[in-house]
């Protein structure tokens, strides 16, 4: 059976600081790997993907994540944390094996960024 | 402008009466689906559809129906048979059903039961 953990309900950050949002998986198969952003009362915007290939993705508005095999995890990271980066972060995963109709998602994890 | 639109924003329900939420989408995508949204409880499916005149139930169906009748359109429909309304719904698109496909979403419309 699929499932992701998202360990952290909070992240609380400096701006400048780096970020790091934490995610866990669990897969029968290989593991896609996503990530989106809410903004409240709002739909959920893509951010980054992991298919095959690199461990370190690149994705929209400078956010990076790190696929590690070996932990199953894929943390959400940014070098430099931003006020406007404040938001609902949700990791979501495919398995390979499976139609797409079965995309897990995370509980969300909620980032505040302080001035 | 392309993407996914749903409406309305904000919708009430009485005890005991249908609502229908609205979903079309301008991206040619195959694939559409509804999720739920309730706080700490990240997204459930409610159901989706891979093809025009064809879906299937998600994770938390009951309660629920949709229909298909064209590519652009996913209507949702809550029912009196939903006992626990209240929440966020978001309605997302993708090309196709393919394991590394990202789903686009559309804006939400909270629905409150009064």
């Known amino acids: 059976a699929q499932s992701v953990a998202q360990p952290e309900d909070q992240v609380n950050v400096a701006e400048g600081n780096p970020l790091t949002v934490k995610c866990t998986y669990s897969?029968?198969?290989?593991?896609?790997l996503f990530w989106y952003v809410q903004y409240p009362n709002r739909g959920l915007q893509f951010l980054l993907k992991?298919?095959?290939?690199?461990?370190l993705v690149k994705g929209s508005y400078g956010f990076e994540a790190e696929f590690n095999k070996s932990q199953t995890s894929f943390h959400l990271k940014k070098p430099s944390a931003l006020v406007s980066d404040s938001a609902l972060y949700f990791c979501a995963v495919r398995d390979s094996y499976s139609s797409a109709s079965k995309i897990i998602f995370g509980s969300g994890t909620r980032l505040s960024i302080r001035p | 402008d392309g993407g996914i639109t749903q409406s309305p924003k904000y919708l009430f329900r009485k005890e005991g009466q249908n609502v229908t939420l609205s979903c079309e989408q301008n991206?040619?995508?195959?694939?559409m689906y509804w999720y739920r949204q309730d706080p700490g409880q990240g997204l459930r499916l409610i159901y989706y559809?891979?093809?025009?005149?064809?879906?299937q139930k998600g994770d938390i169906a009951e309660g629920y129906s949709v229909s298909r009748e064209k590519k652009e359109s996913f209507p949702l429909t809550v029912t009196s048979a939903q006992k626990n309304p209240t929440a966020f719904y978001l309605c997302?698109?993708?090309?196709?059903?393919?394991?590394?496909?990202?789903?686009?979403f559309g804006q939400g419309t909270r629905l409150t039961v009064v």
């Open positions: 997302a698109s993708s090309i196709g059903t393919g394991g590394a496909t990202e789903a686009f």
């Open positions: 559809s891979q093809i025009v005149n064809d879906f």
């Open positions: 897969v029968s198969g290989n593991p896609y």
């Open positions: 991206l040619n995508h195959d694939a």
């Open positions: 992991y298919i095959t290939g690199d461990n």
